[in-house]
């Protein structure tokens, strides 16, 4: 697609459930990162996968966090047993390398914002 | 440990003049920095990036400037517009295959008319 495409756009959901935040990246970027945002803070870092493999899963905050990205495009955030602590935007981004510089560049997604009750 | 660190939660700037927004790194081992602009409700979009081999990188009305020594770099935006009032991140990564881009906290944009 066009852009990063991520659904669904706002999940409410209670304490101890289980919640899935779906990525649909931009066509033909083989990177994909999720990032969490909560108020006042800027993006944290989470997992990131270059395929269908999670390069770099250290930002993950605990086991109850998981992801997949079965066939090296789509990407599923996983959080089981939720917790009020959870509750932000979750960002999904893809990226490119910047010509100019030569840095890795990330375009976002609009996010997933989870609220747990 | 703050990575990126921007200590200037918010900034406002009257319509016409220069915003200079900063940004200050703690590891010398950064290659790259960005910075990023959010509206709400939307995701971060890119500005503009600047490698640590260089120290000013312009495109159209935003510049940012590096200073290695200082670690510390500028976002300047002149002349200043009302579509400009948003939310500013400044991120950083290095240039190992697998590293992650760090973000700062942001400093939010006000462009008084």
């Known amino acids: 697609g066009a852009g990063v495409s991520q659904t669904p756009s706002n999940k409410v959901t209670e304490k101890g459930k289980y919640v899935e935040l779906r990525c649909d990246p931009i066509?033909?970027?083989?990177?994909l990162y999720w990032y969490r945002q909560s108020l006042g803070q800027g993006p944290e870092f989470l997992i990131y996968?270059?395929?269908?493999?999670?390069?770099?899963d250290s930002g993950l905050p605990n086991d109850r966090f998981f992801a997949v990205r079965p066939e090296g495009s789509v990407s599923t955030l996983k959080i089981q047993r939720t917790e009020r602590g959870d509750s932000a935007v979750y960002l999904c981004?893809?990226?490119?390398?910047?010509?100019?510089?030569?840095?890795?560049?990330?375009?976002f997604g609009a996010g997933s914002r989870l609220t747990v009750l | 440990d703050q990575q990126v660190k921007q200590n200037s939660p918010s900034l406002s700037v009257q319509e016409g003049r220069i915003s200079i927004l900063n940004c200050d790194y703690t590891?010398?081992?950064?290659?790259?920095f960005l910075w990023y602009k959010k509206y709400p409700a939307e995701g971060p979009t890119f500005l503009i990036s600047?490698?640590?081999?260089?120290d000013k990188n312009e495109d159209g009305r935003f510049t940012v400037f590096l200073n290695k020594s200082a670690k510390h770099l500028s976002l300047h935006i002149v002349p200043s517009q009302p579509g400009d009032s948003a939310v500013y991140f400044c991120?950083?990564?290095?240039?190992?295959?697998?590293?992650?881009?760090?973000f700062g906290k942001g400093t939010r944009l006000h462009i008084l008319p």
């Open positions: 981004a893809s990226s490119r390398t910047e010509a100019l510089s030569g840095a890795n560049v990330l375009t």
């Open positions: 066509s033909g970027h083989t990177a």
């Open positions: 996968f270059q395929g269908t493999g999670a390069a770099d």
């Open positions: 590891n010398s081992m950064f290659d790259y």
């Open positions: 600047i490698s640590s081999i260089k």
């Open positions: 991120a950083a990564s290095s240039d190992l295959r697998d590293d992650k881009i760090i």
